[in-house]
């Protein structure tokens, strides 16, 4: 007799979020506090094949050629528990992930990680769930991987409860012609993960502030991203991530991401812009700094960038697609 083989590859982007997801209101279920908005990363790519198979007796994750064990095994297996569930079976899988761009660039990889789990795994146990059904799998993993479900330019609708927490695209990739670069100015292991950082947001007097605030900036970046307006879209983005990091600084206790260079990166990239050039900076839970540019830009900034003390490195990335199955 010969059964079809239950197995899978997917490939999806990480994320760069214009409007940052900070604080769950539950932790579990990662349901945010509040909307958040992102752009997925064109050739930064994870590409994870998944096989459920009767063989094995526990599951495997094998992550760029390395096997892991742990922590890290433990929330891909958890992960997978949740869709053995959904289609009914109880087989182990072997999980193979890699990434094509340098974990030492310090990019969050979770996003892409859970996004592309989570189709292939879904896909490989015969399950359909749809673009909305997958996005909220994908954040029960890591929440900003909803996003880098639909890709393009996607929002993270906060919902009631689990069924209707899940991103939608507001505009494709295609839409406008932007790109990010990734001004790695440190390439050390964060000291404190994400998921870490969310839970401890409400010891900050600032986070009901920050978060009374997020509904207006979401419109003004929706806003922004629709009408292809940089200059609104640069203001909105930069005062976004500057309360992210201040209710980060006044947390107890304080999660002080920043280097001095990522300081002298914002610097200049904000005198760069009051010159006329179009320019803004945002900065996720780390050191670097991704600088958002308009395209016809982005050959000077990233000479500009190069040029500053304290960087290591500068990747640049397009406007990138959802996550897919490939061959
Ligand atoms: O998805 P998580 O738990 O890794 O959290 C992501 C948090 C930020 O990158 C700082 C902000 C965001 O919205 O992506």
């Not at 958040?36 to 007796?57: E, I, K, N, R, Y």
């Not at 053995?84 to 660039?105: K, M, T």
């Not at 996004?115 to 292939?120: D, F, H, P, S, V």
């Not at 978060?211 to 207006?216: D, I, L, R, S």
């Amino acid at each position: 007799m010969i059964t079809a083989k239950l197995q899978a590859t997917a490939l999806a982007h990480p994320n760069i979020a214009f409007i940052k997801y900070w604080g769950n209101r539950d932790d579990q279920l990662r349901l945010p506090l509040t909307g958040s908005l992102s752009m997925a990363l064109d050739g930064l790519d994870t590409v994870t094949h998944v096989s459920f198979d009767p063989d094995l007796a526990a599951d495997r994750f094998i992550l760029n050629g390395m096997e892991q064990s742990g922590a890290a095994l433990n929330r891909v297996a958890s992960f997978l528990d949740h869709v053995r569930q959904l289609a009914g079976i109880n087989l182990f899988a072997q999980v193979e992930s890699s990434n094509n761009y340098p974990s030492s660039a310090g990019i969050a990889s979770s996003a892409a990680a859970f996004a592309a789990l989570a189709l292939a795994a879904t896909k490989a146990a015969g399950l359909e769930l749809g673009e909305a059904g997958l996005s909220r799998l994908a954040r029960l993993g890591s929440g900003s991987a909803c996003r880098s479900v639909p890709g393009g330019f996607a929002e993270w609708l906060p919902g009631s409860g689990d069924a209707d927490s899940y991103a939608v695209q507001i505009a494709p990739p295609e839409h406008w012609d932007l790109v990010d670069l990734i001004v790695v100015v440190d390439r050390s292991e964060k000291a404190v993960g994400s998921s870490a950082g969310h839970k401890l947001a409400a010891t900050s007097p600032l986070q009901a502030l920050r978060v009374a605030g997020v509904p207006e900036r979401l419109e003004q970046c929706r806003t922004a991203i629709l009408m292809r307006d940089f200059e609104r879209l640069a203001q909105v983005v930069e005062l976004d991530s500057e309360w992210m990091h201040a209710v980060m600084r006044t947390s107890n206790p304080p999660l002080y991401y920043w280097t001095p260079a990522t300081e002298v990166v914002i610097w200049n990239v904000r005198a760069w812009r009051a010159q006329g050039h179009a320019v803004c900076a945002t900065v996720d839970a780390g050191p670097n700094v991704h600088v958002i540019a308009l395209a016809e830009e982005a050959a000077w900034a990233e000479a500009q960038l190069r040029a500053l003390p304290g960087v290591l490195e500068v990747l640049k990335a397009k406007p990138g697609g959802g996550a897919r199955i490939i061959n």
